[in-house]
């Protein structure tokens, strides 16, 4: 059976992991912090899922006016975003808790808001985390024909408004992931293009009954309690929020002009050694926005978290000081937008930049 494809990072610059981590380590040392979650952890879970709960409660039991509806589907949609920002990207990585039996449980809050848990884990903490922005092999970089979102992959002129029309799709992103997308992936046996190991039947079975529960609570439910054509804008209103939220914060991390793309097909080596390849490929946005970091799950520091995905997003704050410190002795080029709205346009700048015509048009 073929296999995901293999990239060697080069070993050239390998001290400045081995620095970071001792620093990192002398850190949790020091404080005698934990670096799973805990109850912070515990608590901001709680509030996602009353938040989501909440909403749809309200959504479902009263006979609301339309206006009032249509706010309680944007809160719908941006809890459930919350809950994938928060509690199921952690669980993943297994670093919600120290407890297995607790990480476990917290990964199936994925297949609870619709996406599959079991693929998820393939797609992102193997392919993305590994690879991150190496073309061919980071599907999150990778959005087919219609988006240009790196410099290898081929031009077409409608890439002019790129920029205009990102946002409908990315809107769309949500329904995509769990009507189509999930299951293209388990039938083929592919992700992105690159193969994965044929799932066992336990992550068949997961997948599965988790698309079954989200169905009947996401569609099925609400389709029986108020049978009118209002559900459709409803649904597409609380699709789109999560959709545009979800796609949004992953893509402000990897998707700018200050984030390096490399292309896989031409050399078997990366020319960086792995953690800066990490530093390099990522941003960082609104360190001191608290909120947002609450809300995104610690999202904002990606560059914190590509290198050490085993810890909380909860002590990201605090070891980021750490982390843009030794790379400043390294002279790894670390960047943090100080805010959001910055990080949004540059977002938007680089779309635009990328849909313009290249000089030379790759492949
Ligand atoms: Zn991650």
Not at 4 to 29: H, P, T, W
Not at 238 to 247: C, E, K, R, V, Y
């Amino acid at each position: 059976m073929s296999t995901i494809r293999k990239m060697r990072f080069s070993s050239v610059g390998g001290n400045f992991f081995k620095e970071l981590k001792e620093q990192v380590d002398a850190y949790f040392e020091r404080t005698g912090k934990s670096t799973k979650g805990g109850w912070a952890l515990y608590l901001q879970t709680t509030a996602m899922f009353l938040w989501l709960a909440g909403s749809y409660t309200l959504l479902m039991a009263v006979d609301l006016n339309p206006w009032l509806a249509v706010l309680l589907a944007i809160s719908l949609g941006l809890a459930i975003a919350g809950v994938g920002f928060n509690v199921m990207h952690d669980a993943n990585h297994g670093s919600y808790s120290k407890h297995r039996l607790v990480n476990s449980a917290m990964r199936f809050s994925l297949d609870l808001i619709g996406g599959s848990s079991y693929l998820w884990r393939h797609k992102h903490n193997v392919l993305h985390h590994t690879y991150t922005n190496i073309e061919g092999l980071d599907t999150d970089g990778d959005a087919g024909a219609l988006l240009r979102l790196a410099p290898f992959q081929k031009w077409h002129w409608f890439h002019r408004y790129q920029h205009v029309y990102v946002w409908p799709l990315y809107a769309l992103f949500a329904l995509k992931w769990w009507f189509a997308d999930d299951f293209r992936e388990l039938i083929t046996g592919r992700i992105g293009g690159q193969p994965f190991p044929r799932p066992k039947a336990v992550g068949v079975m997961t997948t599965l009954f988790g698309k079954v529960l989200f169905f009947s609570w996401a569609f099925v439910l609400p389709l029986l309690l108020h049978p009118t054509w209002w559900l459709i804008p409803l649904w597409l209103i609380a699709s789109a929020t999560t959709g545009l939220m979800l796609a949004v914060v992953f893509q402000l991390a990897h998707c700018a002009a200050e984030a390096k793309h490399f292309d896989a097909s031409t050399t078997p080596e990366m020319p960086l050694e792995w953690a800066v390849h990490q530093v390099t490929t990522t941003v960082d946005f609104a360190h001191k926005n608290r909120l947002l970091s609450w809300y995104v799950g610690g999202l904002n520091f990606q560059v914190e978290h590509h290198l050490f995905a085993k810890i909380c997003h909860t002590r990201y704050p605090a070891i980021s000081k750490i982390v843009a410190e030794v790379c400043r002795s390294y002279d790894v080029p670390y960047f943090a937008q100080p805010t959001a709205l910055k990080a949004f346009l540059s977002n938007v700048r680089y779309l635009y930049q990328l849909g313009r015509k290249p000089m030379r048009v790759p492949r």
